[in-house]
């Protein structure tokens, strides 16, 4: 019989990865000040040095244009980056925080200490940004990182692979490439922390396999992201948003991208007019031959893409684009009015160029189409009614959102980035990325004196008394019974 071929990198090699890098951690190389510099400083320079390749492998990936690359992807890792190293010495000082009565006198801080090795399981749409920003977070918190980058963006898994072994600290920071078989062998391992981006689907299979070993979880996810657009906007600023968080941002291959649009039947003729205008004007009368858009990212997702188009009670609803050319995997912008809500475009994320338009009464009706979908990672309103904002704001669930603009609410480093229910769980960017990476332990600190009999057994009726003072808030008594003044 012929002997089974093991993959490449299969369990036991994966046990023994984290073995080594558990030596690392414990050795408290990782845990120092300066080494965490070190590395950030070592991905600040391999993000200036290699900007070139980086766009390159986009451009193999997802034929991503020059500038896209360069603000989304390379801008957004090497701004993360910086920050990090600017802020970095503060983020690790103890948090002083007040003490009570009962522990005078005392004192108290809040130590954040790295969690141990952690695993990055990244994703295909920013293979980029999205694989180093959590790493970056977690060497800022002092852990030892292995990173799995998306098999499906193999140009850019492959340049990161090369980067980070030329340029990290092997015994800390590792890549592993593969796909299912190799993920499925990291994940057999205990971890201190799993962070993953992706689908919610692959999310429930990480969450289940940490649970194995109570290993806590960031799960960035997605979901249909809604905008609604009420009668009082300015059309041309709000379309033109609109088409920068839809098409422009990786032609809609974005967890935050939005997904679909609700506004009145009144504006919806008007709104789709100058959506249509600000479309053309950015990508051409000639939509297929522009080269302003990413294409899509493999044919198992043009297929996907088409089948949502193609859906019979669908298929009569285009007002705008619906070109598509496998050969190049592009699909042109395509705008849809009043789709089905039982629809499948209406009832699983897009993650592509197509953008439902569904039309209410009154735009208060938006409110419980939205949140009666599982809470999207991101919501946004066009309004300049302030009541409306304020309902909007209150009302609907989401892990983030923007009023009068789309996605930039990420670029705000002072914002927590994560979903919630099935948009994700925990956060990031900034000092979020740090604090996802870190354990709050709470540490009291005590001298010998102060030590009062009455909290000791036996509790006789005096000290029962002065407990009951204590509890009461009684001060002069509380003050008593701490330093020990009390009568039986």
């Not at 789309?406 to 990325?433: A, D």
């Amino acid at each position: 019989m012929m002997e089974e071929v093991k993959p490449a990198f299969d369990s036991d090699k994966a046990a023994v990865l984290v073995n080594e890098l558990r030596k690392t951690f414990n050795s408290g190389k990782t845990k120092s000040y300066e080494w965490r510099i070190s590395q950030l400083e070592s991905i600040s320079k391999m993000i200036d040095e290699k900007e070139k390749e980086i766009v390159e492998a986009l451009q193999k990936d997802l034929s991503k244009p020059e500038l896209e690359a360069f603000l989304s992807e390379i801008l957004m890792a090497r701004s993360s980056c910086k920050l990090a190293l600017k802020e970095l010495k503060q983020w690790m000082m103890p948090q002083k925080v007040e003490t009570s009565l009962a522990t005078y006198p005392s004192s108290a801080e809040i130590v954040a200490e790295p969690l141990g090795v952690v695993l990055v399981i990244s994703t295909w749409n920013f293979p980029f940004s999205l694989s180093l920003d959590p790493v970056i977070g977690a060497i800022a918190a002092g852990n030892a990182v292995v990173l799995k980058p998306s098999e499906i963006a193999s140009a850019t898994s492959s340049l990161l692979s090369r980067l980070v072994g030329e340029y990290m600290d092997k015994s800390a920071i590792i890549v592993v490439e593969g796909a299912v078989a190799e993920t499925s062998a990291l994940l057999e391992q205990k971890w201190d922390k799993i962070f993953f981006t992706g689908g919610a689907r692959v999310g429930r299979i990480v969450m289940a396999a940490a649970a194995k070993n109570l290993t806590p979880v960031t799960l960035e996810l997605g979901g249909k992201c809604p905008a609604v657009v009420d009668s009082n906007v300015n059309l041309q600023v709000t379309s033109r948003r609109i088409v920068a968080g839809k098409w422009v941002c990786n032609n809609g291959q974005a967890c935050i991208s939005v997904d679909y649009i609700i506004t009145t039947k009144e504006l919806a003729p008007k709104l789709i007019a100058t959506l249509v205008s600000v479309v053309e004007e950015i990508f051409g009368k000639d939509l297929m031959a522009s080269k302003e858009r990413s294409r899509i990212i493999n044919s198992f997702h043009f297929k996907r893409l088409v089948n949502l188009l193609e859906e019979d009670k669908v298929s009569n609803k285009i007002v705008f684009g619906g070109q598509r050319e496998e050969s190049q995997l592009q699909i042109a912008p395509t705008i849809l009015l009043d789709v089905p809500e039982d629809s499948m475009i209406m009832q699983e994320e897009i993650f592509g160029p197509l953008l439902p338009i569904i039309t209410v009464e009154r735009l208060e009706d938006s409110f419980a189409m939205i949140n009666r979908k599982p809470k999207p990672l991101a919501a946004y309103l066009f309004s300049d009614d302030e009541q409306i904002k304020r309902k909007f704001v209150q009302n609907i669930y989401a892990g983030g959102m923007a009023i009068n603009d789309t996605i930039l609410q990420v670029t705000v480093p002072t914002l927590p980035f994560g979903g919630v229910g099935e948009s994700g769980m925990g956060s990031y960017h900034g000092k979020f990325s740090f604090d996802a990476f870190s354990h709050k332990k709470a540490v009291l600190y005590r001298s010998f004196a102060g030590d009062s009999p009455t909290r000791y057994p036996p509790y006789t009726p005096g000290k029962k008394k002065q407990i009951k003072a204590l509890l009461s808030g009684k001060l002069l008594n509380i003050m008593l019974a701490l330093l020990g003044f009390y009568k039986d």
